[in-house]
T-cell receptor
Framework: QKEVEQNSGPLSVPEGAIASLNCTYS??????FFWYRQYSGKSPELIMS????GDKEDGRFTAQLNKASQYVSLLIRDSQPSDSATYLC??????????????FGTGTRLTIIP | GAVVSQHPSWVICKSGTSVKIECRSL??????MFWYRQFPKQSLMLMAT?????????EQGVEKDKFLINHASLTLSTLTVTSAHPEDSSFYIC?????????????FGPGTRLTVT
């Protein structure tokens, strides 16, 4: 079983609509959760972090966390063509050696259709 | 804030030669830096965790003697790919943590695209 799972997509959403991206994780000890955006050929860019259950909003982005269900999601409101990218879900969990480690999902490719 | 740079952005080298990639935190001190590798259409794979002043911790399956990591200061970590082969061609990305800004958030450099011919 993969530690962090995402639907690889592609997910196509009309411009102006809400894009919904989902992520599940297997380690109940996971403490922190992140969404990164990666444009083709570029490195990931941190767009949201969430640490406690519930919703966290930042501009057009809302992250949702449900630790009981081991589920994280990202909503993008008023989707723009510039939002077309691969979105990576990342989960932090401490290792036995005390080094933190981010585990990434395989990413969901999002395409916003003008 | 939290800007990370990498140099070079791309490099082409011949098989058997070594290549050094630098990762710098420009506006913060990074006690921990991370090195990732990403093959086309795949996700990021952590290669090693680098702590300033101590030996790097390598992930399972990553050859320590082939991928040499040095974290000599709080703003600089280097990755040297020794005796590079075509299968080492990949996108190498470093990231760094700013413990003052956040305990867990990692900020990525722009990446280095390595092509071994």
């Amino acid at each position: 079983q993969k530690e962090v799972e995402q639907n690889s997509g592609p997910l196509s959403v009309p411009e102006g609509a809400i894009a919904s991206l989902n992520c599940t994780y297997s380690d109940r000890g996971s403490q922190s959760f992140f969404w990164y955006r990666q444009y083709s050929g570029k490195s990931p860019e941190l767009i949201m972090s969430i640490y406690s259950n519930g919703d966290k909003e930042d501009g057009r982005f809302t992250a949702q966390l449900n630790k009981a269900s081991q589920y994280v999601s990202l909503l993008i409101r008023d989707s723009q063509p510039s939002d077309s990218a691969t979105y990576l879900c990342a989960v932090y969990h401490p290792t036995n050696f005390g080094n933190e480690k981010l585990t990434f999902g395989t990413g969901t490719r999002l395409t916003i259709i003008p | 804030g939290a800007v990370v740079s990498q140099h070079p952005s791309w490099v082409i080298c011949k098989s058997g030669t070594s290549v050094k990639i630098e990762c710098r935190s420009l506006d913060f001190q990074a006690t921990t830096m991370f090195w990732y590798r990403q093959f086309p259409k795949q996700s990021l794979m952590l290669m090693a965790t680098s702590n300033e002043g101590s030996k790097a911790t390598y992930e399972q399956g990553v050859e320590k003697d082939k991928f040499l990591i040095n974290h000599a200061s709080l703003t600089l970590s280097t990755l040297t790919v020794t005796s590079a082969h075509p299968e080492d061609s990949s996108f190498y990305i470093c990231s760094a943590r700013d413990v003052i800004l956040s305990a867990y958030e990692q900020y990525f450099g722009p990446g280095t695209r390595l092509t071994v011919t």
